[in-house]
């Protein structure tokens, strides 16, 4: 079943010699389940599709379809309120709340969107991630890695229809970054998550199912 579809996606930057175009006519699907690695240079546009898949930027062109909406038809209030329900986002530099503690920054979509708090739920994902024994440790209380699988666990506590994850381990050691690629592909297949990654690795690309490849804004493998 297809939960993701990118048609024609192009985004330019300012206008005559300033013009940049950042994603140039990319077209693409996901299906529901699958675990999918974009890998790109620096500057490949990998950053700007991931952001136009999200919802936190529009498009100069071209539609992005989840789960058979097409989200650019929302208006920026009602795109907000599908970034918070259905879409996860992961990113290099973790952005937890630093007076919340790791309870707390897991369960933040659920308190801004005024929903329950399953606390079998919650607890279950604790344990996911190892992180039952660090529940009320701050973020500056825990290491790169345990800050990354918080921020994990923030975007997968609502069940979103699909995750985002931006470099989820350019800011890790070696054995940090290990656990959490373990970690996403282990949410891919026990809780069935749509996930979709952005890497320069290719070892950490080669954990997915499929990988596609972007240079100069367009999708060339």
Do not use: W
Not at 161 to 171: K, S, Y
């Amino acid at each position: 079943m297809e939960i993701l579809r990118v048609s024609n996606l192009t985004k330019i930057y300012g206008k005559d010699e300033a013009k940049v175009v950042a994603l140039d006519n990319v077209s693409f699907s996901v299906e529901k389940g699958e675990f999918v690695a974009i890998v790109g240079a620096s500057g490949s546009g990998k950053s700007t599709l991931l952001h136009l898949i999200g919802g936190v930027d529009r498009p100069t062109s071209g539609k992005v379809y989840v789960d058979g909406k097409d989200i650019f038809e929302l208006n920026d209030d009602k795109l907000a309120i599908f970034r918070r329900r259905q879409v996860g986002l992961i990113y290099q530099f973790y952005n937890l709340i630093p007076i919340l503690n790791v309870e707390e920054n897991i369960t933040l979509p659920l308190s801004l969107d005024n929903r329950e708090i399953d606390k079998q739920k919650l607890d279950e994902m604790l344990n996911l991630l190892g992180l039952q024994n660090r529940k009320t440790h701050l973020p500056n209380e825990l290491s790169g890695g345990q800050q990354q699988r918080t921020s994990i666990g923030r975007a997968l506590i609502t069940n979103p229809t699909i995750v985002l994850a931006d470099e989820p381990t350019g800011n890790l050691d070696s054995k940090s970054s290990d656990e959490i690629v373990a970690l996403l592909k282990k949410s891919n297949k026990e809780l069935k998550q749509t996930i979709i990654m952005i890497t320069h690795n290719m070892e950490i690309a080669k954990c997915a199912d499929r990988i596609i490849r972007i240079e100069d804004g367009k999708l060339i493998a």
